[in-house]
């Protein structure tokens, strides 16, 4: 045989391309390629055996990783920190720090958020979510969603689905929101001067979801949301007026 | 910029499922593999300002893991025999079907490879690594890198047609 069979091995993983085969060495494999069935076929078979291994492993890539290799990534820095730019998530820390009293969110929520918002590529330009200066902040259908739909005129065919609305202790409105379109993609979003922040993500249970859509009454609502929601409630949720009368003042308190 | 690794950060956070599977060829168990992932990027978060921009990352992640693991099949003194490999199927899931049977003879095969063979064949089969990157990542030449991939391709053939797998 003309060439080894380790350099067939090595055309067929496309390692020669560059400093380790010259041209004229190629277009030689080339040509034995051509006139050589059995040296066809074995190039061949090295570039199936490639494929074929690849393929075998593939499996645990679609896995989610384990949060607690998410959380190992994390060191002292929350969440938004990995994600966004440094400063803008110190300040969203502290500002969260100085507003918010949820343990639960670091708790529970931090290492999840990391791997939701690459999950579901929520960091494209035209996601829902945006990380901004001041943290996760809703933009686009789920910001125009969050201020102007209420609960009771929901429609099956709806991008966002709305679920409760309440005020926290601070008066501040929340409202729970799902988007089945995004892998049942559900959080809590607390409206603040600048914006919808989106507090807390989980990823939606879909075997909840009903055929009408994500209604997210309070026993559809993913455990780690509503474990936050029981902590931060002040009073009941919002019924259908109190809804539209905070949406009519722009869920000011 | 107070933090020159945020981004560094996020690609490892990107990189964790093809760790995943890497740690689980090299090691060849569930939770080996993700306890070296852990180690492994916890060791990474230690020293971001040894990465080299120069390198790719994938392959500076997986050398920490190879020497992680080499640490600690060393520490736990066993011999490798010990390191049984878990039953075929680790990597797919329930509902079988031909190709689903074909990837269990075939990570069957893997795990029957010598280490050295099966990181070879690891790194540049399963992660798709250039054989000189494959071969920075294990400290060889890349001349070692090409002959104990050679061999354990070889081994994999001989081992996938014997068990009645599809050899291709």
Redesign the interface.
Known sequence: MKFS??LL??YA?D?LA?D?LDAATRSAIAAEIASDPQIARQVQ??R???A????????????P??D???K??Q?T?PVA???????AA?VAKRERARRWSWPQFSAIAASLI?GII?GNRILQPTAPIRVSGSGLTAQGSLDHALTTQLAADQQPTDVVRLGLSFQIRSGEYCRTFALPKQNNLAGIACRQDDGWHVHSLSNGEPGRQNSAGYRMAGSELPDSLRRIIEAQISGEPLDANAERTARAQNWRR | MSDPHVQLRHSIVELLPRLRRFARTMTRHHADADDLVQLSVERAITRLDQWNPQLRLDGWMFKIMKNAWIDEVRSRGRSREIFAPEEAGAFIGDTSSDQQLHAMAVQKAMSALPDEQRFAVSLVLVEGLPYKEAAVVLDIPIGTLTSRLARGREALQQLLSDSGGRPQ
């Open positions: 069979s380790e091995m090595a993983d390692e560059g380790r078979a090295f199936e055996q490639h074929q291994m690849r393929a075998a492993f593939d499996g645990v890539l679609s896995e990783v384990p607690r290799l998410l190992s990534l060191t820095q920190v990995a994600l966004g730019d440094l400063n110190r990391v690459l």
